[in-house]
């Protein structure tokens, strides 16, 4: 088996590592336009150059960003090879165009690196729906925030200081929107819930809510109530094909499996109708875990055990978060419009309201009090 | 795709109703010496039956027990039938035998039901042991003493009212002992350690301290000590192909991930020295959670995606609990010869020690104190 490589960064230069090491997966070409020692010919600037590429059969696309890495796999699957990909915001944003390019163009497609880095998610989401029945996908699926929650619950550090910290470990990003707002926890949320309900949501309509807020006084209120906050993400079958899908920072008990997920884990986690709830505990990202799953795809292809995600004819998934509710903790300058009880200054606990009434609530809120802060509670 | 069922009990029923409402994999045949109705002509009391029908190429073993299951999986082998089992115990003690009959009778032979019901352990243990390399294997594999260390914990219950409440539940047997005193973790933690390893680990030698003994006094040491109590499994690769590898109640941070796993769930993990530390939490027994792990099995052989668990020449893997030590919590009447504290009548905290040294202390005090109780210590 003979791949092209696209992109050279962390995790592209991981797999290098791997199968350089391996021998049964020959890395043929290399797409990167910075200077690589030790690649030789074999590094090209010219995404052509593995396109035309005969005895190239695999394309491993690990650029990121939505273009052009959307246009290359595209492109690589018209040219019958097959597509293993780590970048979860193209797949969120192109779901259905990639699956049915696969289908009629008959090359295999994998994206097991997209949700969990290491941790087997996908691999083990996609076997269990060829048995069960997929209520409810789930958990802690950044691990970047995860670490920063932790780190200022555990050390009652400030926001500002956790992610520098974080920062620093290389764990978040010199511009950590992706992850703080939530756009990498709501890409991964949307292909695990599209493989789940056998359909293509549409990812701009997952409400999401992320972490920038947070602050102090929030962490002090979260520890009165005798909480500890986890970033999650949640997307429950609804009847009729719809579903609930939401991302938002979450108010769990401290002996909740979510609290003790530590450091920059993640906990990912599915419901069947008969195996019931399981969850999967481990790196989500890094250079050799993420490495490991894209290899490990490498491996299944090379062996023909690929485990196709397409079952579906692609049926859209309404998402409809008015049929989802719990209690918010809330802390705003400006005047709520949920009843609720004050805890705090400025901090509240509301009665049960749904989802999507909080989140529109909080954008109303913004508009006097950009830094106004929510948080879901989930207190059975 | 064609089947003889061995054994219609829990689980034998559970892949029964699946495979019937699928329709893609047939029940062929079941063996059973009780009347069962609805299977009409199918059902039979003479393996032969299933042994000489060629239309079968797979038997389902859910018998249970030694004997006559191992032979009658043996014998499937060499008729040329695959074979799929649920049979933990009688997989642990034949395991090198049934491997090396698999593959010179080029049959296929999966076990995923054998560790952890439900939750696809085996199988990701397999596919990560194609890329990395294995360290460790272990955690909580049996849900009957879970739940009964978290109902003692959580009510303050005695051992036998737990015990009486699980076996009511109907997650204890009538007969407990193959739970409550290790052999159902021991048999699971030496799978996972031949699988992981790539040897043959002899069962007998995994030193096996039970919950037998465990009191209310023990269970208020634990929170007086600011530990949760869980039953652990563990082993580790040492250098030159021996491992550690033990089963005891272990007292465990109220925060660590064990600590968090309630009522009868089971959480299994592996460390690879590339991925890191996996978990895998979820139901551990049961009739559907297992059957679907039988099922899932089926749908990978009639898809022709087996992973083998055969890699190895089948070298032993010895077992060498000395080069592993920790402190541990002894209860004794009887005279402790290992250095301690005394933290409470009879109740002490030991030195770190070996594991090979304090189970076999722990033998020398029984002689005496036939009711002594231990459990390590994982105070890092």
């Excluded at 009652?156 to 511009?175: I, K, N, S, T, V």
């Excluded at 429950?236 to 920072?249: K, N, Q, S």
């Excluded at 195996?275 to 989500?284: L, R």
Aim: net charge negative; proline share 3%; hydrophobic share 40%.
């Amino acid at each position: 088996m003979k791949i092209g490589l696209l992109g050279m960064g962390t995790i592209g230069s991981g797999v290098y590592e791997i199968l350089e090491k391996r021998g049964d997966i020959e890395v043929q070409r290399v797409l990167d336009l910075r200077k690589i020692a030790g690649l030789g010919d074999r590094l090209t600037a010219r995404f052509e150059d593995i396109l035309e590429d005969g005895s190239i059969d695999t394309v491993v696309e690990l650029m990121g960003g939505l273009e052009p890495a959307h246009e290359y796999v595209v492109r690589s699957m018209r040219a019958g090879k097959n597509v293993v990909t780590a970048n979860k915001l193209m797949v969120s944003r192109h779901f259905d165009e990639i699956l049915r390019t696969s289908q009629s163009n008959d090359v295999a497609f994998r994206l097991s690196a997209c949700v969990g880095g290491g941790i087997p998610y996908i691999h083990n989401l996609l076997r269990a729906r060829r048995v069960d029945f997929i209520l409810w996908v789930g958990g802690i699926v950044n691990g970047t925030t995860n670490l920063i929650l932790d780190t200022m619950q555990s050390s009652g550090e400030g926001f500002q200081e956790a992610l520098r910290e974080a920062q620093r470990m290389g764990y978040a990003e010199a511009d950590p929107s992706s992850d703080i707002d939530g756009v990498d926890a709501r890409s991964k949320l949307t292909i695990a819930m599209n493989l789940a309900f056998d359909g293509v949501a549409d990812t701009n309509a997952v409400l999401t809510e992320g972490i920038r807020n947070l602050t102090g006084q929030d962490i002090r209120c979260f520890k009165k109530l005798g909480f500890a906050c986890r970033f999650l993400s949640s997307a429950r079958r609804l009847e009729g094909g719809a579903a609930t899908a939401y991302v938002e920072p979450t108010l769990v008990r401290p002996d909740a499996p979510e609290a003790a997920v530590r450091k920059n884990d993640n906990m990912i986690s599915f419901e069947g109708a008969y195996a019931g709830v399981q969850h999967f505990i481990g790196q989500g990202a890094g250079k050799l875990p993420t490495a490991c799953a894209v290899v490990g795809d490498l491996i299944d292809l090379d062996r023909r055990r690929h485990l196709s995600p397409f079952t579906t004819n692609g049926a859209p998934i309404a998402i409809d978060n008015a049929q989802v509710g719990h209690r918010y903790y809330v802390r705003t300058a400006a005047r709520l419009g949920i009843p609720a009880e004050k805890i705090d200054d400025r901090a509240y606990l509301t009665e049960p309201v749904s989802v999507a009434r909080m989140h529109a609530h909080a954008e109303e809120l913004r508009v006097s009090d950009p830094g106004a802060f929510f948080a879901g509670m989930r207190d059975e």
